[in-house]
């Protein structure tokens, strides 16, 4: 199997919601929950309304972010898992810290796109080179509008997992594939299908 083929089998995985290393889910779980508190009419919720106790499980991976310019996000909390595999404090730190340049006029153009839009979640799926003293490592990202409140900046819940073992910190990631999960209506519930956005994969039920 070619690099290239490594690479996007990758991705299908992490846009699909890796189980088998137990990190990614929690990125479903996050997603789950902010489902739930989505409105009738497809609106997200607040950020008052976001209780830590509904995803306690997950909490470590989960950050809030919100928007300092219309194609960058500042990290405003952050679990341990991210500290952890970036080797310190991120709050404060720009998102696309976390991300090799290369990638990050992509990262930019999906938070440029979920901003304008407050589309439904946005999946990515994220890899990081391998170094000496770092293994090759797969991870996922997912990003969760938050409905705008009065005299507030546009906000973003967020959360982040790898799968395996980080190596010596700090890590950043490429952008492997990205993807759009249909917006949540009043139907009745399914798996969502995910809608390729920018070269990025889908997976299907």
């Known amino acids: 199997m ?21 990190a990614l889910p929690a990125l479903d779980e996050i997603e789950t929950y902010w489902r739930g508190l989505v409105d009738a009419n497809g609106i997200a ?8 106790r509904a995803f306690s499980r ?3 991976n989960c950050f809030i972010a919100e928007s300092i310019t219309p194609r960058h996000l500042r990290l405003r909390l952050t679990g341990q898992h991210l500290s952890d595999v970036m080797g310190m404090d991120m709050r404060g730190m720009p998102l ?9 006029p992509h990262l930019e153009q999906l ?9 439904g979640p946005v999946r990515i799926s994220l890899f990081a080179p391998p170094r000496f003293g770092q293994p090759a490592l797969y991870g996922g990202m997912v990003l969760l509008p938050l409905r705008d409140e009065p005299g507030a900046p546009r906000r973003m819940l967020g959360a982040f997992a790898t799968v395996g073992k980080p190596g010596r910190a700090p890590r950043r990631f490429r952008i492997l594939g990205a993807a759009e999960v249909d917006r949540p209506t009043a139907t009745p519930a399914g798996r969502p299908a995910l809608k390729v956005i920018d070269g990025g994969l ?3 039920p």
């Open 2 to 22: 070619s690099e290239n083929e490594k690479n996007l089998k990758a991705a299908v995985i992490a846009l699909a919601g890796y189980r088998a290393g137990g």
């Open 202 to 204: 889908s997976a299907r």
């Open 58 to 60: 997950s909490l470590s």
């Open 96 to 104: 696309s810290a976390i991300i090799l340049p290369d990638s990050r």
């Open 45 to 52: 919720p607040s950020r008052a309304e976001l209780d830590p």
């Open 111 to 119: 938070i440029s796109d979920a901003l304008v839009g407050m589309t």
